[in-house]
């Protein structure tokens, strides 16, 4: 008897590890392009929650995480589409983290996500028109749109005494976008906007886009584009002409490589990128430091938010199936139920597995409003003495 129970045993254990499968998640992120210089650190943090929920081996009874990683190039829809192809149809992931730039995720969205019925969580594309675009239920995002960032924008300047400003951004939906948001917002708290124009990517020289600003006028260069592109050329055209000497850099212009690459000449502007400082924020920072990795980096949190929030609806809806989870997220993301932060996924998926409800927080206090994008909430920065220094932190309208 005893012999035939260690073999009865042994065959429920190799018959549990046998259906133990492999999930594939896509992490669709600008490798290459205007943003490369932070995208890795997003798909690190990422991969970083793939791990925690691999390691737990508490995945829908055991599966583990695999991360395929694919180039959206930020800029390059018809790239960005056959890369989301690749990951779908010959990688057969279960769900993408991502895309990045607006743009690319629109089209993503559209050619590859809704014919394919594939979930999509985006930590960084922030254009309004995502809000109201055609996705089957399948889009999510836990960054804010730039409708609230526009007014963050109006708030901060106005309260730093700027009352005029001249206005250039990348000439995309995202920066189309967050250039009409802004706009709208500080004209109607009094402000002027002395010029709105739209720049390229890819220049050698922005020195005739510079001089139609200048000529303009404004108290402050408002630069709504991309930190490793044309933004960064406008800036240092703009500081060689003396045509202006003080920036303020919405979140596309957050990063170290700006800073690095222009030098002292940085010191004063400011800006604001999404964040908040809590219990969450400051554990995953915590965590990342620990894997190595920049947790106050562009979008790093909210990479790490949106792989954790499609492996957890995983495991309500005990499927891998985009089309029977999708519905699970928003109900994750805002509870009610118990509070989930960085590093407790493995304790998530136990309550999941035992019927109770959780709420994710996880590392941008995520809450999850009308068509499954982020509240929002941005920390407001200064650059001093090379660094980016908080200044405050505030909710999104």
Same mark, same amino acid.
């Given at each position: ?6 073999? /009865?045993?042994?065959? +429920?254990?190799? $018959?549990?590890? @046998? ?6 998640? !896509?992490? #669709? &992120? %600008? ?7 932070? /995208?890795?650190?997003? +798909?690190?943090? $990422?991969?970083? @929650? ?6 737990? !081996?508490? #995945? &829908? %009874? ?17 790239? @960005? ?317």
């Amino acid at each position: 008897m005893k012999k035939l129970l260690l073999a /009865t045993a042994a065959t +429920a254990l190799f $018959a549990g590890a @046998a259906s133990a499968d492999e999930v594939k998640i !896509g992490v #669709l &992120l %600008g490798y290459t392009g205007p943003l490369e210089s932070i /995208t890795p650190t997003m +798909a690190d943090s $990422a991969e970083m @929650a793939m791990k925690e929920v691999s390691d737990s !081996g508490k #995945l &829908l %009874g055991g599966d583990t995480v695999t991360s395929v990683r694919g180039d959206s190039t930020c800029i390059d829809s018809a790239a @960005a589409t056959a890369a989301a192809e690749r990951l779908v149809t010959s990688d057969k992931v279960a769900a993408i983290v991502g895309a990045d730039c607006s743009g690319v995720t629109g089209s993503v969205l559209q050619n590859v996500a809704r014919p394919n019925g594939i979930v999509m969580v985006s930590p960084s594309a922030t254009s309004p028109a995502l809000s109201t675009a055609e996705d089957d239920g399948l889009f999510f995002r836990t960054a804010p749109s730039d409708a609230r960032q526009g007014v963050v924008m109006a708030e901060v300047l106005l309260k730093r005494g700027y009352k005029t400003v001249a206005l250039t951004y990348t000439n995309n939906d995202y920066g189309k976008g967050l250039a009409d948001s802004f706009k709208e917002s500080f004209e109607a708290q009094g402000g002027t906007v002395t010029i709105s124009a739209p720049h390229e990517d890819g220049k050698a020289d922005y020195s005739a886009e510079v001089a139609s600003l200048a000529a303009a006028g404004g108290d402050i260069l408002v630069d709504a584009g991309y930190v490793d592109q044309g933004g960064k050329g406008i800036i240092q055209a703009a500081l060689d002409t003396g045509a202006f000497d003080t920036f303020y850099l919405p979140d596309g212009m957050y990063g170290d490589s700006l800073i690095a690459a222009i030098g002292a000449p940085m010191n004063g502007s400011f800006g604001d990128v999404p964040g908040i400082d809590n219990d969450g924020s400051r554990k995953f920072i915590e965590m990342a430091k620990a894997a190595g990795i920049d947790g106050t980096s562009s979008f790093a949190p909210e990479s790490y938010d949106a792989a954790a929030l499609i492996m957890l609806a995983m495991e309500a809806a005990k499927s891998t199936n985009s089309k029977d989870f999708a519905g699970k997220i928003m109900e994750i993301a805002n509870g009610p139920g118990e509070k989930i932060l960085p590093g407790q996924l493995a304790h998530a998926l136990d309550l999941i597995d035992q019927g109770k409800p959780i709420d994710y927080e996880g590392a941008t206090a995520v809450t999850l409003i009308g068509p499954g994008e982020s509240a929002g909430n941005y920390r407001i920065y200064t650059i001093k003495d090379g660094t980016q220094v908080t200044d405050e932190y505030i909710q999104a309208p």
